[in-house]
């Protein structure tokens, strides 16, 4: 199919392709993320290279803007008027600190999704932007929140208040199940099993938009029971984990608040996040001697390849704690 010119400057073009993104069902998040990328890009193009169409992309310019995004720091450059005031440079402690390799290879990352899409849909002839190499990263393990932390992050909620009570019950559930807290917030009353101790997770909650099966323990089914008739007398709702203000569902930004201030009032000083528990039941279940394959089914991976990569981190601690149990020589002493 021969190519068509087009007289379209490359901000209708990166419309197009958020239009199919949204058509193909691609989360919200996502999208917003290649909205923000590429629409920064589109703004450094015209500004800085006097670009206005995908033509005239290629590797080099890439490139460029990369190192130029590295040299600028966090925050020093954005799309519009309106990002600036959202962003509030002047009192971010992070203001025009390094960008990290991870978020550069991120912007790289939406950038050639949206050049390959250009590829695809015969927008561009050649895509020599694909050809643009990640950056190496040194890989840092996550923080994982030991036994004791986790029991001072518990008693730092009060369970006499409905929203606190309400968070004490998805922090609990994610370290058991493993959810990503997109998917813990939106479950609803007909989701849960309550006999089987089963969730389904439904495929328009779900990342990988495929229904998906969690199991929790006898400890979190006490719990979840406890808390669903505590909030069935204040809120008639089948949310599992509503709002009591509003009566409508908890966003995932606004309980990533709450925990910090949970975090905070416990005294830890690591770098735990809702997100970082889902981390903690990975290596808890693969120190349990849970295989790669059925952990990567319970966290909704596209493959063994992604589980792999995101939770094989397992600190020198845990290592050792698990050397002990092998070790040849403490063995043969046992006969």
Known sequence: MPRIKSSKDINTFIQDFLDSCT?????????KSYYQCLTLFAKYLEDE???????????????EYLEFTKERGKYSYVADEKSLKINNQQSRKDFGKEVTGATLNNYLRNIKVFFNWCEANNIINKNTVSNVKFI???????????DNEWKDLLNAMDLTKFHEFRDYTVCNLILDTGMRISETLSLRVNDIDID????????EINKGKKDRVVFYGQTMSKLLQRWMRYKDTFVENDLIFPTQRTNSTLTASNFERNFRTYKDRSGISKAITPHGLRNNFARRFLLAKGDIYTLSRLLGHSSVTVTEKAYLD????????????YSPLENIKKY
């Open 23 to 31: 058509l193909k069902g691609l989360a919200h998040k996502t999208t």
């Open 49 to 63: 290279k006097l670009i206005t169409t995908v033509e005239r992309v290629n590797k080099q310019i890439v490139e």
């Open 136 to 146: 190496k990263v040194k890989r840092k393990a996550k923080d994982q929140i030991s």
């Open 196 to 203: 089987r101790k089963t969730i389904l997770i439904p495929a």
């Open 314 to 325: 397992l600190s020198d601690e845990d290592m050792r704690k698990q050397y002990k149990k």
